[in-house]
């Protein structure tokens, strides 16, 4: 069977108009879905956490504010807590309730709920293009220390992330298998 020349252009011009609307991405592509799949990725294997560098306990302090913060999870049951007068110093220590928690007091993992925006890919510190992006989440998996009054007073960056969809940016890096966040 022979295809007419006529025809031929006519299936041609189809094609050649619904392959871009088709759905074909690649996984480097700067996409919405691909942003999240990366991030989505990376946040897995990185929890929210009071304390970004864990704390080494027994832990000794004699800063007001941070002793004003420690004791909220001690109220909390996470820490114990016992005093040295003499040399004005407070010092904590993990309980047996803190053990799931400590060093980090980790409280939750963030669940993309949406891109809102990203730049232009542009080379960057990593090597790679890199494309700053906006994103919506949720916090998922929250402990009711977590979502204790005092906790949230002492620690407003936690209040937030607890008690609201939360808005982040972040550098990510286009790779040959995708978007990722750079380390």
């Known amino acids: 069977m022979?295809?007419?020349?006529?025809?031929?252009?006519?299936l041609l011009g189809c094609a050649l108009v619904t392959l871009p609307v088709s759905g074909c991405h690649s996984p480097s592509d700067p996409t919405p879905e691909n942003f999240t799949k990366g991030l989505t990725k990376f946040l897995a294997d990185h929890p929210d956490c009071l304390y970004k560098t864990a704390l080494r306990f027994p832990y000794e302090t004699s800063d007001?504010?941070?002793?004003?913060?420690?004791?909220t999870l001690v109220t909390n049951k996470l820490l114990e807590k016992g005093t040295e007068p003499a040399i004005h110093i407070t010092r904590y220590s993990v309980s047996d309730y803190g053990q799931k928690s400590a060093p980090r007091f980790c409280y939750g993992f963030r669940h993309v709920t949406g891109i809102q925006s990203s730049t232009a890919p542009a080379k960057g510190a990593s090597g790679f293009n890199e494309s700053r992006v906006i994103y919506t989440y949720s916090l998922e998996d929250a402990p009711v220390w977590a979502k204790s009054p005092s906790v949230m007073a002492a620690y407003p960056d936690e209040a937030r992330a607890v008690s609201a969809n939360g808005t982040a940016t972040i550098t990510m890096a286009q790779t040959g298998v995708g978007w990722q966040v750079p380390d």
């Open 2 to 10: 022979q295809i007419s020349p006529k025809l031929f252009s006519t």
């Open 64 to 71: 007001k504010e941070e002793i004003r913060q420690l004791d």
